[in-house]
Protein backbone atom coordinates (compact mmCIF):
# COMPACT_ATOMS: atom_id res chain seq x y z
CA UNK A 1 0.00 0.00 0.00
CA UNK A 2 0.87 3.07 -1.06
CA UNK A 3 1.99 5.30 2.42
CA UNK A 4 -0.66 8.53 1.42
CA UNK A 5 -1.98 10.73 4.42
CA UNK A 6 -4.74 12.38 3.46
CA UNK A 7 -6.16 15.70 4.91
CA UNK A 8 -9.87 17.36 5.21
CA UNK A 9 -8.59 21.18 6.46
CA UNK A 10 -11.83 23.43 7.12
CA UNK A 11 -10.40 26.30 6.17
CA UNK A 12 -8.19 28.13 3.68
CA UNK A 13 -5.07 29.10 6.22
CA UNK A 14 -4.78 24.96 7.04
CA UNK A 15 -4.86 23.64 3.37
CA UNK A 16 -2.61 26.32 2.90
CA UNK A 17 -0.15 25.63 5.40
CA UNK A 18 -0.96 21.50 4.19
CA UNK A 19 0.14 22.48 0.72
CA UNK A 20 3.17 24.73 1.38
CA UNK A 21 4.93 21.24 2.63
CA UNK A 22 6.79 19.28 0.51
CA UNK A 23 5.29 16.15 -1.09
CA UNK A 24 1.99 17.68 0.08
CA UNK A 25 -0.54 18.61 -2.98
CA UNK A 26 -4.15 19.73 -3.23
CA UNK A 27 -6.72 18.12 -4.68
CA UNK A 28 -9.59 18.97 -6.76
CA UNK A 29 -11.23 16.91 -8.81
CA UNK A 30 -8.29 14.70 -9.53
CA UNK A 31 -8.80 13.74 -13.04
CA UNK A 32 -5.54 14.11 -13.63
CA UNK A 33 -3.67 13.30 -10.58
CA UNK A 34 -5.35 9.81 -10.36
CA UNK A 35 -3.34 9.06 -13.35
CA UNK A 36 -0.13 10.49 -12.18
CA UNK A 37 2.29 7.79 -10.91
CA UNK A 38 1.87 8.78 -7.00
CA UNK A 39 5.72 8.98 -6.22
CA UNK A 40 7.06 11.38 -4.27
CA UNK A 41 3.80 12.68 -2.79
CA UNK A 42 3.20 11.84 0.45
CA UNK A 43 -0.13 13.56 1.53
CA UNK A 44 -2.86 15.01 -0.69
CA UNK A 45 -5.19 17.46 0.47
CA UNK A 46 -8.73 17.05 0.09
CA UNK A 47 -10.20 21.24 -0.91
CA UNK A 48 -14.16 19.56 -0.38
CA UNK A 49 -14.59 21.00 3.04
CA UNK A 50 -13.43 24.62 1.34
CA UNK A 51 -16.33 27.09 -0.38
CA UNK A 52 -13.90 27.74 -3.31
CA UNK A 53 -16.97 27.15 -6.27
CA UNK A 54 -17.80 30.47 -5.86
CA UNK A 55 -19.43 32.03 -9.46
CA UNK A 56 -19.45 35.59 -9.60
CA UNK A 57 -20.74 37.25 -13.19
CA UNK A 58 -20.24 40.75 -12.42
CA UNK A 59 -20.82 43.98 -14.57
CA UNK A 60 -16.59 44.65 -14.33
CA UNK A 61 -15.11 41.29 -13.55
CA UNK A 62 -15.85 37.89 -13.39
CA UNK A 63 -15.02 35.49 -10.81
CA UNK A 64 -14.62 31.40 -10.85
CA UNK A 65 -13.74 29.65 -7.79
CA UNK A 66 -11.11 26.61 -8.43
CA UNK A 67 -13.32 23.95 -7.25
CA UNK A 68 -15.38 24.90 -10.01
CA UNK A 69 -15.78 22.11 -12.61
CA UNK A 70 -15.53 22.80 -16.61
CA UNK A 71 -19.60 21.53 -16.34
CA UNK A 72 -20.54 24.31 -13.30
CA UNK A 73 -18.95 27.12 -15.85
CA UNK A 74 -21.29 26.09 -18.80
CA UNK A 75 -23.76 25.92 -16.54
CA UNK A 76 -23.26 29.40 -15.12
CA UNK A 77 -22.74 30.78 -18.81
CA UNK A 78 -25.07 28.88 -20.76
CA UNK A 79 -28.55 31.18 -20.45
CA UNK A 80 -26.60 34.27 -21.86
CA UNK A 81 -22.63 34.09 -22.18
CA UNK A 82 -23.06 30.99 -25.39
CA UNK A 83 -20.93 32.74 -27.82
CA UNK A 84 -17.84 33.52 -24.69
CA UNK A 85 -14.50 32.58 -24.92
CA UNK A 86 -14.86 30.55 -22.08
CA UNK A 87 -18.12 28.54 -22.96
CA UNK A 88 -16.82 27.76 -26.83
CA UNK A 89 -13.95 26.43 -25.21
CA UNK A 90 -14.56 24.18 -22.72
CA UNK A 91 -17.89 22.76 -24.49
CA UNK A 92 -16.46 20.37 -26.51
CA UNK A 93 -13.27 19.50 -23.55
CA UNK A 94 -12.58 16.09 -22.91
CA UNK A 95 -15.75 14.69 -22.37
CA UNK A 96 -19.03 14.96 -20.62
CA UNK A 97 -17.94 12.75 -17.42
CA UNK A 98 -14.67 14.24 -17.42
CA UNK A 99 -16.04 18.18 -17.76
CA UNK A 100 -18.23 17.26 -14.83
CA UNK A 101 -15.48 16.51 -12.70
CA UNK A 102 -12.15 18.83 -14.22
CA UNK A 103 -11.89 22.01 -11.91
CA UNK A 104 -10.49 24.95 -13.25
CA UNK A 105 -8.05 24.94 -10.00
CA UNK A 106 -6.77 21.52 -11.24
CA UNK A 107 -6.90 22.54 -14.64
CA UNK A 108 -4.79 25.54 -13.88
CA UNK A 109 -1.97 24.29 -11.92
CA UNK A 110 -1.17 21.56 -14.24
CA UNK A 111 -2.03 23.23 -17.68
CA UNK A 112 -1.33 20.15 -19.82
CA UNK A 113 -0.68 20.89 -23.33
CA UNK A 114 -3.41 20.09 -24.81
CA UNK A 115 -5.12 21.97 -22.91
CA UNK A 116 -8.73 24.09 -23.27
CA UNK A 117 -8.35 26.53 -20.34
CA UNK A 118 -4.96 28.01 -20.73
CA UNK A 119 -5.57 29.60 -24.99
CA UNK A 120 -8.94 31.25 -23.33
CA UNK A 121 -6.95 32.25 -19.92
CA UNK A 122 -4.28 33.57 -21.79
CA UNK A 123 -6.61 35.57 -24.49
CA UNK A 124 -8.66 37.01 -21.57
CA UNK A 125 -5.57 38.41 -19.51
CA UNK A 126 -6.87 36.06 -16.50
CA UNK A 127 -5.74 36.50 -13.12
CA UNK A 128 -4.66 33.34 -10.86
CA UNK A 129 -5.82 33.92 -6.96
CA UNK A 130 -3.59 32.06 -4.83
CA UNK A 131 -4.27 31.82 -0.93
CA UNK A 132 -2.50 33.81 1.34
CA UNK A 133 -3.35 36.49 3.45
CA UNK A 134 -3.88 38.75 1.83
CA UNK A 135 -5.16 37.18 -1.02
CA UNK A 136 -2.72 37.28 -3.72
CA UNK A 137 -3.13 37.98 -7.67
CA UNK A 138 -1.08 37.32 -10.57
CA UNK A 139 -1.45 37.14 -14.40
CA UNK A 140 -2.24 34.03 -15.93
CA UNK A 141 0.79 34.87 -18.39
CA UNK A 142 2.89 34.92 -15.08
CA UNK A 143 1.87 32.26 -12.98
CA UNK A 144 2.76 30.25 -16.84
CA UNK A 145 6.25 30.97 -16.59
CA UNK A 146 7.29 31.57 -13.05
CA UNK A 147 7.45 27.99 -11.27
CA UNK A 148 7.81 29.59 -8.03
CA UNK A 149 4.10 30.66 -8.43
CA UNK A 150 3.37 26.88 -8.40
CA UNK A 151 4.90 25.37 -5.82
CA UNK A 152 3.11 25.01 -2.82
CA UNK A 153 0.55 26.96 -3.24
CA UNK A 154 -3.26 26.72 -3.76
CA UNK A 155 -5.67 28.39 -6.40
CA UNK A 156 -8.50 29.80 -4.82
CA UNK A 157 -9.86 30.94 -7.90
CA UNK A 158 -9.65 32.86 -11.67
CA UNK A 159 -11.11 36.38 -12.56
CA UNK A 160 -10.76 38.64 -15.88
CA UNK A 161 -12.04 41.36 -16.65
CA UNK A 162 -16.25 40.79 -18.24
CA UNK A 163 -16.08 42.41 -21.96
CA UNK A 164 -17.70 42.21 -25.10
CA UNK A 165 -16.17 40.52 -27.87
CA UNK A 166 -16.11 37.97 -30.63
CA UNK A 167 -14.70 34.58 -30.13
CA UNK A 168 -13.53 31.15 -31.58
CA UNK A 169 -11.87 28.06 -30.11
CA UNK A 170 -10.73 25.69 -32.43
CA UNK A 171 -9.29 21.87 -31.04
CA UNK A 172 -7.81 20.26 -33.60
CA UNK A 173 -8.92 16.67 -32.91
CA UNK A 174 -9.47 13.72 -34.72
CA UNK A 175 -12.64 12.61 -32.57
CA UNK A 176 -14.56 14.97 -30.18
CA UNK A 177 -13.14 13.82 -27.42
CA UNK A 178 -9.31 12.87 -27.75
CA UNK A 179 -6.92 15.35 -26.55
CA UNK A 180 -5.97 18.11 -28.91
CA UNK A 181 -3.09 17.91 -31.16
CA UNK A 182 -3.35 21.90 -30.56
CA UNK A 183 -5.76 24.67 -29.62
CA UNK A 184 -6.29 28.02 -31.13
CA UNK A 185 -7.64 31.04 -29.34
CA UNK A 186 -9.24 34.06 -30.92
CA UNK A 187 -10.85 36.84 -28.90
CA UNK A 188 -11.53 39.82 -30.83
CA UNK A 189 -12.75 43.49 -29.92
CA UNK A 190 -14.40 45.24 -32.23
CA UNK A 191 -15.47 49.15 -34.03
CA UNK A 192 -17.15 50.18 -36.36
CA UNK A 193 -17.28 46.53 -37.96
CA UNK A 194 -13.21 46.64 -38.07
CA UNK A 195 -11.12 44.69 -35.22
CA UNK A 196 -9.78 47.09 -32.75
CA UNK A 197 -8.04 44.67 -30.50
CA UNK A 198 -6.93 40.67 -31.23
CA UNK A 199 -5.66 38.39 -29.12
CA UNK A 200 -4.73 35.07 -30.80
CA UNK A 201 -3.02 32.03 -28.79
CA UNK A 202 -1.41 28.92 -29.68
CA UNK A 203 -1.72 25.91 -27.37
CA UNK A 204 0.66 23.19 -27.99
CA UNK A 205 2.95 24.15 -29.83
CA UNK A 206 6.40 24.16 -29.21
CA UNK A 207 6.31 26.86 -26.90
CA UNK A 208 3.63 25.91 -25.26
CA UNK A 209 2.04 28.73 -25.36
CA UNK A 210 1.85 31.33 -28.40
CA UNK A 211 0.76 34.04 -28.19
CA UNK A 212 0.65 35.40 -31.91
CA UNK A 213 1.82 39.08 -31.87
CA UNK A 214 2.28 39.59 -35.42
CA UNK A 215 -0.59 38.47 -36.71
CA UNK A 216 -2.69 40.14 -33.81
CA UNK A 217 -1.03 43.64 -35.30
CA UNK A 218 -2.00 42.44 -39.00
CA UNK A 219 -5.63 42.53 -37.73
CA UNK A 220 -6.02 45.34 -36.61
CA UNK A 221 -8.40 48.19 -37.99
CA UNK A 222 -9.62 45.63 -40.73
CA UNK A 223 -12.57 43.62 -41.66
CA UNK A 224 -13.15 40.13 -42.73
CA UNK A 225 -13.04 40.71 -46.25
CA UNK A 226 -9.45 42.39 -46.16
CA UNK A 227 -7.83 39.54 -44.34
CA UNK A 228 -9.10 36.30 -46.07
CA UNK A 229 -5.86 36.25 -47.66
CA UNK A 230 -3.80 36.89 -44.71
CA UNK A 231 -0.57 34.07 -44.61
CA UNK A 232 -0.10 34.16 -41.05
CA UNK A 233 3.15 31.16 -42.32
CA UNK A 234 4.84 34.00 -43.03
CA UNK A 235 4.11 36.07 -40.19
CA UNK A 236 4.66 33.79 -37.07
CA UNK A 237 7.34 31.04 -36.67
CA UNK A 238 5.51 28.14 -35.24
CA UNK A 239 6.80 25.53 -34.66
CA UNK A 240 5.81 21.69 -33.31
CA UNK A 241 7.61 18.93 -31.88
CA UNK A 242 7.64 15.38 -33.42
CA UNK A 243 4.56 13.67 -31.85
CA UNK A 244 3.53 9.96 -32.61
CA UNK A 245 1.17 9.57 -35.38
CA UNK A 246 1.49 13.28 -37.11
CA UNK A 247 3.86 15.21 -38.41
CA UNK A 248 5.50 18.38 -37.19
CA UNK A 249 5.62 20.23 -40.54
CA UNK A 250 1.52 18.97 -40.91
CA UNK A 251 0.68 20.30 -37.82
CA UNK A 252 2.56 24.12 -38.83
CA UNK A 253 0.37 24.12 -42.03
CA UNK A 254 -2.54 23.04 -40.34
CA UNK A 255 -2.32 25.75 -36.80
CA UNK A 256 -1.42 28.50 -40.02
CA UNK A 257 -4.50 27.33 -41.76
CA UNK A 258 -6.83 27.05 -38.42
CA UNK A 259 -5.37 30.48 -37.19
CA UNK A 260 -6.97 32.31 -40.06
CA UNK A 261 -9.85 30.27 -40.32
CA UNK A 262 -10.98 30.60 -36.49
CA UNK A 263 -10.55 34.49 -36.65
CA UNK A 264 -12.76 34.52 -39.85
CA UNK A 265 -15.01 31.97 -37.81
CA UNK A 266 -15.34 34.78 -35.15
CA UNK A 267 -15.71 37.68 -37.28
CA UNK A 268 -19.13 35.27 -38.49
CA UNK A 269 -17.82 34.03 -41.92
CA UNK A 270 -19.22 30.45 -42.76
CA UNK A 271 -15.74 28.90 -42.89
CA UNK B 1 -9.78 3.86 5.22
CA UNK B 2 -13.15 4.42 5.46
CA UNK B 3 -15.96 6.16 4.60
CA UNK B 4 -19.87 6.45 4.33
CA UNK B 5 -22.19 6.95 1.44
CA UNK B 6 -24.82 5.75 0.05
CA UNK B 7 -25.32 3.36 -2.77
CA UNK B 8 -28.31 2.83 -4.92
CA UNK B 9 -30.15 4.53 -1.88
CA UNK B 10 -28.48 2.42 1.01
CA UNK B 11 -25.87 3.57 3.37
CA UNK B 12 -22.99 1.94 3.01
CA UNK B 13 -19.47 1.62 4.93
CA UNK B 14 -16.73 1.66 2.22
CA UNK B 15 -13.01 0.29 3.41
CA UNK B 16 -10.48 1.19 0.74
CA UNK B 17 -6.88 1.94 0.39
CA UNK B 18 -5.60 5.70 0.16
CA UNK B 19 -4.51 5.33 -3.45
CA UNK B 20 -7.62 3.41 -4.30
CA UNK B 21 -10.16 4.38 -6.77
CA UNK B 22 -13.59 4.70 -6.34
CA UNK B 23 -14.01 2.14 -9.43
CA UNK B 24 -12.52 -0.79 -7.89
CA UNK B 25 -13.62 0.43 -4.19
CA UNK B 26 -17.13 -0.45 -5.55
CA UNK B 27 -16.40 -3.30 -7.37
CA UNK B 28 -14.66 -4.52 -4.08
CA UNK B 29 -17.97 -4.04 -2.38
CA UNK B 30 -19.53 -5.91 -4.94
CA UNK B 31 -21.10 -2.93 -7.43
CA UNK B 32 -19.54 -5.26 -10.49
CA UNK B 33 -22.00 -3.76 -12.24
CA UNK B 34 -19.48 -0.70 -12.65
CA UNK B 35 -17.24 -1.98 -15.25
CA UNK B 36 -13.35 -1.67 -15.16
CA UNK B 37 -12.31 -0.67 -18.66
CA UNK B 38 -9.42 1.93 -19.69
CA UNK B 39 -9.11 3.20 -16.14
CA UNK B 40 -8.13 6.43 -17.61
CA UNK B 41 -11.50 8.40 -18.35
CA UNK B 42 -11.74 7.65 -21.77
CA UNK B 43 -14.66 4.77 -22.30
CA UNK B 44 -16.98 5.47 -19.84
CA UNK B 45 -17.35 1.68 -19.09
CA UNK B 46 -17.08 2.73 -14.91
CA UNK B 47 -19.88 5.46 -14.71
CA UNK B 48 -21.68 6.11 -11.98
CA UNK B 49 -24.04 9.40 -10.96
CA UNK B 50 -22.04 10.71 -7.89
CA UNK B 51 -24.60 13.74 -6.56
CA UNK B 52 -26.58 13.54 -9.74
CA UNK B 53 -23.75 14.13 -11.85
CA UNK B 54 -22.09 11.34 -14.43
CA UNK B 55 -18.92 10.90 -13.73
CA UNK B 56 -15.94 8.26 -14.36
CA UNK B 57 -15.28 6.48 -11.21
CA UNK B 58 -12.27 5.06 -12.10
CA UNK B 59 -10.62 8.81 -11.90
CA UNK B 60 -11.69 9.05 -8.77
CA UNK B 61 -10.29 8.16 -5.26
CA UNK B 62 -12.61 7.04 -2.70
CA UNK B 63 -10.65 8.60 -0.28
CA UNK B 64 -12.67 12.09 -1.96
CA UNK B 65 -15.90 11.22 -0.77
CA UNK B 66 -17.76 11.79 2.21
CA UNK B 67 -21.23 10.94 2.68
CA UNK B 68 -22.08 11.62 -1.11
CA UNK B 69 -24.76 9.62 -3.14
CA UNK B 70 -23.77 7.44 -5.27
CA UNK B 71 -26.34 5.27 -8.39
CA UNK B 72 -25.16 2.90 -9.95
CA UNK B 73 -26.81 1.25 -13.52
CA UNK B 74 -27.98 -1.49 -10.80
CA UNK B 75 -29.43 1.19 -8.66
CA UNK B 76 -31.57 2.50 -11.15
CA UNK B 77 -33.66 -0.43 -12.10
CA UNK B 78 -33.61 -4.48 -11.85
CA UNK B 79 -34.03 -7.16 -13.32
CA UNK B 80 -37.66 -7.59 -13.18
CA UNK B 81 -38.44 -3.99 -12.85
CA UNK B 82 -36.29 -2.06 -15.12
CA UNK B 83 -35.82 1.37 -15.36
CA UNK B 84 -37.57 3.01 -18.92
CA UNK B 85 -34.16 3.45 -20.26
CA UNK B 86 -32.76 -0.20 -19.63
CA UNK B 87 -36.08 -1.42 -21.15
CA UNK B 88 -35.02 1.06 -24.07
CA UNK B 89 -32.18 -0.92 -24.91
CA UNK B 90 -33.34 -4.41 -24.35
CA UNK B 91 -36.57 -3.05 -27.06
CA UNK B 92 -33.65 -0.78 -29.65
CA UNK B 93 -31.17 -3.67 -29.21
CA UNK B 94 -29.02 -1.23 -28.00
CA UNK B 95 -26.73 -4.36 -26.22
CA UNK B 96 -24.40 -6.47 -27.84
CA UNK B 97 -21.86 -7.68 -25.33
CA UNK B 98 -23.25 -6.03 -22.78
CA UNK B 99 -20.01 -4.67 -21.11
CA UNK B 100 -20.60 -0.78 -22.25
CA UNK B 101 -23.92 -1.10 -21.40
CA UNK B 102 -24.28 0.08 -17.66
CA UNK B 103 -22.17 3.52 -18.27
CA UNK B 104 -24.21 4.18 -21.51
CA UNK B 105 -27.61 3.66 -19.58
CA UNK B 106 -25.83 6.14 -16.43
CA UNK B 107 -25.07 8.39 -19.13
CA UNK B 108 -28.88 8.43 -21.24
CA UNK B 109 -30.50 8.29 -17.57
CA UNK B 110 -28.04 11.51 -16.64
CA UNK B 111 -28.86 13.19 -20.11
CA UNK B 112 -32.64 12.49 -19.11
CA UNK B 113 -32.86 13.92 -16.15
CA UNK B 114 -31.37 17.44 -17.17
CA UNK B 115 -32.88 17.18 -20.59
CA UNK B 116 -36.12 15.37 -21.06
CA UNK B 117 -36.40 16.43 -25.01
CA UNK B 118 -32.60 16.00 -25.97
CA UNK B 119 -32.10 16.13 -29.82
CA UNK B 120 -29.77 13.20 -31.53
CA UNK B 121 -27.00 15.84 -31.35
CA UNK B 122 -27.03 16.20 -27.85
CA UNK B 123 -27.39 12.70 -26.99
CA UNK B 124 -24.38 12.19 -28.78
CA UNK B 125 -22.43 14.55 -27.26
CA UNK B 126 -24.21 13.26 -23.93
CA UNK B 127 -22.42 9.72 -25.15
CA UNK B 128 -19.12 10.79 -26.01
CA UNK B 129 -17.69 9.86 -22.60
CA UNK B 130 -18.65 6.09 -23.62
CA UNK B 131 -17.28 3.84 -25.94
CA UNK B 132 -18.86 1.07 -27.82
CA UNK B 133 -16.97 -1.35 -29.78
CA UNK B 134 -20.43 -3.51 -30.95
CA UNK B 135 -23.32 -1.65 -31.94
CA UNK B 136 -21.75 1.54 -33.60
CA UNK B 137 -23.90 3.70 -31.40
CA UNK B 138 -27.00 3.86 -33.89
CA UNK B 139 -29.01 1.53 -31.74
CA UNK B 140 -27.24 3.23 -28.68
CA UNK B 141 -28.70 6.70 -29.30
CA UNK B 142 -32.16 5.03 -30.52
CA UNK B 143 -32.71 3.60 -27.64
CA UNK B 144 -31.65 6.97 -25.75
CA UNK B 145 -34.35 8.65 -27.68
CA UNK B 146 -37.08 6.05 -27.12
CA UNK B 147 -36.62 6.27 -23.67
CA UNK B 148 -37.16 9.98 -24.19
CA UNK B 149 -40.19 9.69 -25.52
CA UNK B 150 -41.22 6.87 -23.28
CA UNK B 151 -40.58 9.37 -20.18
CA UNK B 152 -42.73 11.46 -22.04
CA UNK B 153 -45.41 9.40 -22.32
CA UNK B 154 -45.19 9.44 -26.62
CA UNK B 155 -43.25 6.38 -26.84
CA UNK B 156 -44.45 3.17 -27.77
Keep these: MTKI ?3 YPKTLSEASNLVSKSGVIPIGGGTDLVKRPLRGISGIVSLRD ?3 GRIGLGKENWFFGSMCSYADVLNA ?3 EQREHVLFRSLEYAANTPCRNRITLGGSTAFVPGWSDLAGPLLALDAFVHLAADPEERYSFTDYLQQPDLRKGKLITGISFRN ?5 AHYREVRTHNDMPQFTVTVLLRMRDSRIDEARLILVGSRERFLRLQKT ?6 KN ?3 IKHLNVQELEDIRFHEKPGTDAEYLRERAAREILRSVLKALGDKV | MKTLVTINGKSIELRFDPDETLLHTLRNHGYTEVKSGCEEGECGACLILLNGKAV ?3 LIFTATLKNDNILTAAGIGTLHEPHIIQQAFVDCGAVQCGFCTPGM ?3 GYALLQDNPDPSETEIRKALSGNLCRCTGYVKIVEAVQEASKRLRGEGS
Design chain 1, 224 to 226: AEE
Design chain 2, 56 to 58: NSC
Design chain 1, 5 to 7: NWY
Design chain 2, 105 to 107: VIA
Design chain 1, 163 to 167: SAHRA
Design chain 1, 77 to 79: LRP
Design chain 1, 50 to 52: LDL
Design chain 1, 216 to 221: EAALIG
